[in-house]
């Protein structure tokens, strides 16, 4: 309660004095009764075109060019300015001084307020309330396997965890190494940009280089890597394998679309492959540039000349380009971010279907943490909706990779795709290799999908059921119902 009250406190002077402006205007502009009407008229007209024009230039470039802080400032600033404007004819002259010394003190301390500090502006409140609760301690998992979750699972899972947990640690301590400042595991802030979308940052915290999206971590070199690597690879390994000495003279012809770049360790792992061409459409210009700290986990992926970066919108792109792609990757932000939903409806999933190649593969990320089972299973029945044949695929723990394709997935179709997993040097740097026979015993074929799923409503752009559905589990503990649900399905 002290905590609200102080910033009511905080916010009423401004407020009300905002308040006061248009009354006080009007007020001097149509002094003379005859002219009221048009006077105040006027008035409103110049506020409205004052509030369009405002609006505009505060989201589209006075905050990617100054930053919040110094275009509130500036906000201040113009506020005076029009006080300074008004106060010869509301006060003699005589009387004008001790306004412009208060006017002049409150400017001073504007103008002397200390930079707001990054790690704040970049902490996620929202997303881990308790840790902030706790004064700054993380309060730890919140979380723990179900009881009905059986032996078997329980030993899988333990074995994914562990091999996990192990291989984070070697692939953080050479990308920290690579870090062109040298400072190594050291916490530290190493971008950070407020731009058209968001606040994006890159940071290294606890030892982990991690990309942040207003205070979300989107990606990262720790447990994420499993995951995006999975993104590139498993779309690709899917794909027709040519007899050996068959390749074209002119280059493989595959082509990829990425949605959303993230660090680019996902262009980079399908980069590795024989590909001609990999478009990267990203919304937000900052994690283009952020994406390039991570340069030796990506290998350099967007110097590479196969790369186009796209800075557009997804659905967009989706919408006006003719082109067709062998691979569609979709990672966008968790579900119940502002704007994202819109990459979890069938409408999109048969857009992107249409955007691939006959024998085209799409992947899908999806989270099973801080989503309601309902919400998870119809984020999946979605999916499973637009494409004829379908495999969803626990890459991670709380991660899940769907893959569609209209062509058939079959047992033998997992097998072979997992045999060339344990082969892939990616997958083998994370550790992977050592559990791929976890992740086929655990993958679910369409037949699977269907029967776990069950018939229910699916997420469409006119209903938009999950974009208002999925923030009311933000600060539940439904993931290990969700992952511990999939793997005891059997």
Known sequence: LFELAAILLVMLVPTTLMGLTFPLAAALYARDAARVGRGVGEVYFWNTLGAILGSLLTGFALIPWLGAQRAIVLAALVNAAAGLIMLPWLRPRSQVARPLMALALVLACALAMPKWSEWYLSTGVYVNPDD??????????????????????????????????????????????????????????????????????????????????NGKTDASTGSDMATQFGLGHFP?????????????????????????????????????????????????????????????????????????????????WLLCGRERYDVITSEPSNLWITGVSNLFTIEHYRLCKRRLSPDGVMCQWLHCYQMSEADFKTAIRTFRAAFEHVAVVPASLGDMLMLGTSQPLTPQTLDGLFGRVKACPDFQLIQLDTYADLLRKYTMLTEDVDRYVGPGP?????????????????????????????????
């Open 132 to 213: 902030f609760h706790a004064k700054g301690k993380s309060s730890g998992p919140r979380e723990r396997a179900p009881q009905w979750a059986t032996k078997d699972v329980l030993e899988d899972y333990a074995t994914i965890l562990s091999a996990q947990t192990r291989s984070t640690a070697a692939v953080n301590e050479a990308v920290l190494k690579a870090l062109p400042d040298g400072r190594g595991a050291e916490q530290r802030i190493l971008y950070f940009r407020e731009g058209l979308h968001g606040v994006v940052c890159v940071a290294v915290v606890d030892g982990v280089l991690t990309l942040q999206i």
């Open 236 to 316: 690709m390994l899917l794909q027709p394998q040519p007899p050996a000495g068959s390749q074209p003279a002119g280059g493989s012809g595959i082509t990829c679309l990425v949605i959303g770049l993230g660090s680019g360790v996902t262009v980079g792992a399908i980069l590795s492959h024989e590909v001609e061409r990999v478009d990267a459409v990203e919304i937000e210009r900052g994690v283009a540039e952020a994406a390039e700290l991570f340069a030796s986990a990506n290998r350099k992926a967007l110097r590479d000349p196969r790369t186009r970066l796209i800075l557009d919108d997804a659905r967009n």
């Open 458 to 490: 699916l997420n469409s752009d006119d209903n938009a059921l999950l974009e208002f559905s999925a923030p009311r589990s933000l600060y539940t503990s439904w993931g290990a119902e969700n992952l511990f649900g999939f793997l005891c399905r059997r």
